[in-house]
Each structure stands twice: as structure tokens, then as C-alpha cells.
């Protein structure tokens, strides 16, 4: 190949790769990027198939609580009534499965009727168990309007 065709083939190879980088450009790498504001999608967890929020219910946040195999407690019983001055109550029914004394804390989240939170998370409160203790766990809601609740559990911080 002679000097002219090197530069003639360097010419026509710097010319595609020309086109090449606008049209990348041009187009995005072939995503469409909009503007302004999105709507929301729901990204799911194969990891994390029950991560919805369950209205009415009690989880426990931490993995070394929760594991089956050696759960260190047990929800014996959980629910809410309406107190005298018209809120909320929402309630829990704890058991120490183990042979050694724990400290959890506890918090209640409260919502109205569409299942829409209508306070915020209550401040983790802090229970001692003793070995194979069972202990109850109340909160309320601040406004009457509350209708369902949302109790979580984690270790002692």
C-alpha cells in the first residue's frame, strides 16, 4: 500500500468514525431522555418479594431478629381499638424466645382509612425482656382520623 492510499484509507476510517460518534450522539445510545417531571414506577426485589407496606401489620426490621431458623422472638398477637378519647391504639404481643435477656425498640406509624399516613413515625420506644419474657407494646395515634397502623421492631440501638 503507498503513502496515498494509507492517508486515502485514514481519511474514509476517520470520516466513519465521524458519523459513527454523531449519530451516537444524535440518538443517545438509543434511550430517550425526557424532561421534567416522571411518573413513578415500583421497582421490585426478587430479594424482597413481601417489601410492600402491610397495612395493619408488625415486621421486624432486623435480619438477626427475623431469621427462621433461630428467631430470637415471636409476635404471639398484634391489633388496634379505638381508645376513649376516639384514637387509635395499635398494640403488640412479644415473646423472648431465647434464654438471655434483649432489648428492643418499637414504633407505630398510623394511617387513615385510603391507607394514606396521616403522622409520622413515632419515636422508637425501648422495652427490656427478660429470657422467655412475654410484653405488650402499645401506641397512639394522635389523631382521630386514624384508622390502620404499622408497627415495626428492631434491636436495641
Known amino acids: 500500500m503507498g503513502p496515498n492510499q494509507e492517508t486515502t484509507t485514514m481519511k474514509h476510517l476517520l470520516a466513519i468514525a465521524t458519523v459513527l460518534a454523531t449519530a451516537l450522539l444524535v440518538t443517545g445510545c438509543g ?3 425526557a424532561e421534567g417531571p416522571q411518573q413513578s414506577i415500583r421497582v421490585d426485589d426478587d430479594n424482597a418479594p413481601n417489601a410492600r407496606l402491610n397495612l ?3 415486621v421486624i426490621l432486623d435480619k438477626s431478629v427475623q431469621d427462621a431458623r433461630s428467631s430470637k422472638i415471636a409476635i404471639e398477637r398484634h ?3 379505638t381508645s376513649p378519647t376516639g384514637t387509635l ?3 403488640a404481643v412479644v415473646r423472648n424466645r431465647t434464654d438471655f435477656p434483649q432489648q428492643l425498640e418499637f414504633r407505630a406509624t398510623f394511617f387513615d382509612a385510603d391507607g394514606v ?3 409520622g413515625p413515632s419515636g422508637w420506644k425501648r422495652l427490656f425482656f427478660d429470657p422467655n ?3 405488650g407494646y402499645n401506641e397512639f395515634s394522635t389523631k382521630p382520623n386514624s384508622q390502620h ?3 415495626e421492631i428492631r434491636e436495641a440501638r
Open 149 to 151: 397502623y404499622y408497627i
Open 31 to 33: 434511550k430517550n431522555y
Open 79 to 81: 391489633g388496634a381499638r
Open 133 to 135: 419474657m412475654i410484653q
Open 89 to 91: 391504639e395499635a398494640f
Open 117 to 119: 399516613p396521616i403522622e
Open 56 to 58: 395493619d401489620s408488625v
